[in-house]
């Protein structure tokens, strides 16, 4: 980013913080019957959100809208608030939505230090091939007349770490996370292939209270067959299984030819890759556990850590392995020297 004047610097951190504070003004409805500029003694968490943005450099995530085309700019803190609205139940617990709070700051973190944007105009996508982002305008049709309350509690989330990211080694992680696990969480080599040293497989008992624990899906044997481009012989248990230390599956073997786990989910659009499969008459019973890749944090599980009293900083020490909670600062410099992205 090209240095500015310092004179430069206080107008764009005007506008940071006026955009920030701007949203306040929509959702919190007018109370008094002059115009004088009363505080109140609680302030509003939005409120308390804007003001913590502040003292954080100007930074903007471009966000690239998947329906219309257009690109939203928005503050860093205002989008880590809508992605942690967009990705995780706004009815989990605060130290939950705190940790999906360090989770979505930290991807972004890392994401734009590493200056993968998508296009020369855009940073991400609005959609999980990123982190899946909703703004304003959506959020209010999703919730209607929860909209207020939800977001004050996911501001007070983001508020309260504000300027806080998850680090190893002292830089920001890939902070993976997903719905539910089968009861562990996934190595990253197990699935991804690239072992990560801090995304290791580690005990998540809490998720069997998901709604999303357990599924079946049935498809004729004939697709899968067709699918796989394999023959069962009459019978879907001609095959071997072996397991990864997550407790998924590693590889099928049908015959000669040997399957990824992960490319059986894929192909069959399983919600995980811990399954088992059954023949009953001329189909086969995919029974599954958990819901997603099962790699880093699962929100399931940070919702049950959180009920049972953990923090938001157990709850990521536990999923992200020998990490830390550190401050933004020195990245956002990197980010500002980098980047010449003011808030509009």
């Known amino acids: 980013m090209k240095r500015k004047n310092w004179m430069a610097f206080f107008i764009t951190g005007g506008l940071f913080g006026a955009i920030l504070i701007l949203p306040t003004l929509i959702v919190v409805p007018f109370t008094g019957s002059s115009a004088s500029h009363e505080v109140p003694e609680t302030p509003n968490p939005i409120e308390k959100a804007a003001d913590a943005s502040k003292d954080l450099s100007p930074i903007a995530v471009r966000v690239e809208r998947s329906q219309s085309g257009k690109i939203e700019e928005v503050p860093l803190e205002t989008y880590v608030a809508r992605v942690v609205a967009s990705e995780m139940p706004a009815e989990f617990e605060l130290e939950a939505l705190k940790a999906q709070a360090l989770a979505a700051r930290t991807y972004i973190t890392r994401h734009l230090l590493e200056e993968e944007g998508v296009s020369q105009e855009a ?71 690239n072992e990560i040293p801090y995304l290791k497989s580690v005990e998540s008992p809490w998720d069997q209270q998901s709604p999303k624990f357990a599924d079946q899906k049935i498809i004729p044997i004939t697709q899968v067959q067709t699918a796989l481009g394999v023959n069962f012989k009459g019978n879907v248990q001609n095959m071997t299984m072996t397991k990864t230390e997550g407790n998924r599956v590693d590889k099928v073997q049908v015959g000669d030819q040997s399957f990824s786990g992960r490319q059986i989910r894929e192909t069959f659009e399983l919600p995980s890759s811990d399954f088992s499969m059954e023949q009953k008459g001329d189909h086969v019973i995919f029974t599954t556990k958990g819901y997603g890749h099962g790699v880093g944090m699962s929100q399931y599980g940070a919702n049950g850590m959180a009920k049972s009293g953990s923090s938001y900083k157990d709850i990521v020490t536990h999923y992200y392995h020998d990490t830390e909670v550190s401050s933004i600062n020195k990245q956002t410099a990197l980010l500002t020297s980098r980047n010449d992205k003011p808030v509009n």
């Open 123 to 193: 940073d991400v996508t609005d959609t999980v091939n990123h982190q899946v982002y909703k703004n304003d305008e959506e959020l209010r049709a999703q919730w209607h007349d929860q909209y207020t309350s939800n977001m004050e509690k996911i501001s007070t989330a983001v508020s309260e770490t504000a300027g806080e990211i998850i680090t190893y080694n002292q830089e920001p992680i890939t902070a993976a996370f997903f719905s539910t696990s089968n009861g562990y969480t996934e190595n990253a080599e197990d699935y991804w292939e």
